[in-house]
């Protein structure tokens, strides 16, 4: 089974409207963190937010949050009043904490940002 | 500039040649990372090292791949006898591991490798 789940392979957003980015997650690990990252065309991954599995509340980072829905095992991200510049890839990401080695990615979302 | 960096940005090989690429962490960053990622995928995890200690590999790592990190600084990742289907963008990551599940990765622009 696939550690992370990204079904929205391209997404279109207007300038100045808020876009939220699905990710669904798989672990039976009762400790484990997901992250967002963004890798624009120039191919840098840049860590955008974290959210611990312990974490009471959601997390937030400037225009980035993160919805995280336990039960539902589902980790989005919200980017609120895109910018052109948000165009890029997104990908989610999960590290457990019994095998905290690896990083496990999603295959990764292409946002669009229309002016 | 403080961040990972890696060399050469890109690389162009004939099948069966080998490859060096370099990857310097971030100085107090006790872990490297190296992952692989082809066109239209996430990155996949190839190996780790914390500091010098080469801590695990992915069954993705054939023989012919073989990675290193000596006096846990800088890595370097080999592949030997290259085949077409090693070109992918081959990226490296530090952390700091604070041992529990935060500790973000940082990447470096990573390497492109073109087998023709």
């Known amino acids: 089974a696939q550690k992370i789940t990204q079904t929205q392979p391209g997404m279109f957003v207007q300038e100045k409207e808020a876009v939220t980015l699905d990710c669904t997650y798989d672990?039976?690990?009762?400790?484990?963190?997901l992250f967002w990252y963004k890798q624009p065309s120039s191919g840098e991954m840049i860590f955008l937010i974290y959210?611990?599995?312990?974490?009471?509340q959601n997390a937030t980072e400037g225009r980035y949050s993160l919805n995280f829905q336990k039960a539902r095992k589902s980790a989005n991200l919200v980017i609120s009043a895109s910018q052109l510049g948000d165009s890029a890839m997104y990908f989610c990401?999960?590290?457990?904490?019994?095998?905290?080695?690896?990083?496990?990615f999603g295959t990764g979302t292409s946002l669009t940002v229309i002016p | 500039d403080t961040g990972v960096s890696q060399d050469p940005r890109h690389k162009i090989t004939k099948r069966g040649q080998n490859v060096t690429f370099r990857c310097d962490p971030i100085?107090?960053?006790?872990?490297l990372y190296w992952y692989r990622q082809t066109l239209g995928q996430g990155p996949e995890f190839l190996t780790y090292?914390?500091?010098?200690?080469?801590?695990?590999k992915s069954r993705l790592l054939s023989d012919r791949f073989s990675a290193e990190r000596p006096k846990g600084s800088f890595s370097t990742l080999e592949i030997q006898r290259t085949e077409q289907g090693d070109s992918a963008m081959y990226l490296c990551?530090?952390?700091?591991?604070?041992?529990?599940?935060?500790?973000?990765?940082?990447f470096g622009e990573g390497s492109r490798l073109t087998v023709l």
């Open positions: 990551a530090s952390s700091f591991d604070r041992g529990v599940v935060t500790g973000e990765l940082f």
């Open positions: 672990t039976s690990d009762p400790s484990y963190g």
């Open positions: 959210q611990g599995s312990y974490d009471q």
């Open positions: 990401a999960m590290r457990e904490g019994s095998t905290g080695n690896q990083f496990y």
């Open positions: 100085s107090e960053h006790n872990r």
């Open positions: 090292f914390q500091n010098e200690a080469q801590l695990e």
